[in-house]
Nanobody, 116 residues
Framework: QVQLVESGGGLVQAGGSLTLSCVASGNIFGINVMGWYRQAPGKQRELVAQVTIGGSRNYADSVKGRFTISRDKNNVHLQMNSLKPEDAAVYYC????????????WGRGTQVTVSS
C-alpha cells in the first residue's frame, strides 16, 4: 500500500513563509515525478510545482521566484516565500510511483491559509 502524507500547512500572514513536506511510503520501487498541486474554493486543482527524477523542475507562472520545490529520495518539499492571499488553498502532494504498477498517487492535502 503506497501512501503520500503531507505536513507543514497552516496560517501565515501575507509576505510570510511556509514549508510543505510530503513523504511517500509503502511498496515503492521507484518514483518518477513528484509535485504539488493546490485547489482553492470554487476553483480547479492546479499544478504548483513538480520535479522529475532527473531533477528538472517546473513551476506555475504565479509562483515562479517565490516557491522552490526540492526532493530527497521519497520526500518532496515546497518552500513557499512571499506568500500572498491568493496562494491560500489546500495543497496536495502527488507522485508517479512504480509499485505493483505505475500509478499516480495523491496525498489527502494540507491547508494553507494566508491572511492579508
Amino acid at each position: 500500500q503506497v501512501q503520500l502524507v503531507e505536513s507543514g500547512g497552516g496560517l501565515v500572514q501575507a509576505g510570510g513563509s511556509l514549508t510543505l513536506s510530503c513523504v511517500a511510503s509503502g511498496n515503492i520501487f521507484g518514483i518518477n515525478v513528484m509535485g504539488w498541486y493546490r485547489q482553492a474554493p470554487g476553483k480547479q486543482r492546479e499544478l504548483v510545482a513538480q520535479v522529475t527524477i532527473g531533477g528538472s523542475r517546473n513551476y506555475a507562472d504565479s509562483v515562479k521566484g517565490r516557491f522552490t520545490i526540492s526532493r530527497d529520495k521519497n520526500n518532496v518539499h515546497l518552500q513557499m516565500n512571499s506568500l500572498k492571499p491568493e496562494d491560500a488553498a489546500v495543497y496536495y502532494c502527488s507522485a508517479t510511483i512504480f509499485s505493483a504498477s505505475v500509478m499516480d498517487y495523491w496525498g489527502r492535502g494540507t491547508q494553507v491559509t494566508v491572511s492579508s
